[in-house]
């Protein structure tokens, strides 16, 4: 009798836990929540609903904290859980652990992570993260199952741009295109490489493929119309930009960009407006 006692008492307080634990994670309080819930799984099954849910919270609490290593041996405990294993590729990675990174990835996407695919997606997410050298190196190892891997030229051309190494983009970008031509951010990185060399007529056709493929990105919009402010065809810019602020209202530079054209083109008052707009737009 008295264990049965004991047992709903020990339920309780299990319970209670594991609800100040969620709630509390919930307001972000994240190690008060660590605390509550680790208390919790003391007292859960280990194949109970409850123990899952406090492990993934815990786990993702220390993530949050940047207490990586600590968030790992917790997210483990339920790799079928795609918020798990996007935290584990990004723990595994910052604690030097690369090929269970890939793995984590891997199976966030349902791929082999031995695959040509597989360690792109890898070399893509690490990417995002500025972990520019790990997905370098992911994109060559995909390379060398498959090089004609849609993307991975890409993706070196990104790391080459980061590095400053313009002619070298450009090199990539040629390749990415020759096996991808109709890859809209190919073209667009293409044309916003020649405009950081400040070759505006070079990059003014990358750009309007990249339009073309992909009428509702404003990115495009707004570096084609600074390559045609550039070149003085104020017209052209003034059409562009305006098109490129209805997709973008508070884009700082699209607005920026037809405030100036407009002056250029002498409608001077709607120019000015334009650049008193600024002042409420973030940049």
Known sequence: MWQGIVALWLASVSNSAHARGVDLYKHQKYSEAVSSLEEAVKTEAPDSIEFKESALLIGQSYFMLSQTQKAIPWLEKVPGVNEANYMLGYAYLQNGQQERSEAAF????????????????AGQMMYKKEFRDEAVAE???AMALDPKLPEAYFLLAEAAIGHGELDEAITLLGKELEINPNFSMAWYRLGDVYSRQQRWE???PHLQRAVWLNPSYSGPYILLGKCYYNTQNFSNAENILRHAVSLDPKNYAANYLLGRTLIAE????EGRTMLEKLK???H
């Open 202 to 204: 070079q990059a003014i």
């Open 266 to 269: 002498g409608q001077a008052e």
């Open 139 to 141: 994109v060559r190892k």
């Open 280 to 282: 409420s737009l973030p």
């Open 106 to 121: 891997a199976r966030l996407f349902g791929l082999n992570p031995a695959s040509a695919g597989g360690h792109l997606l």
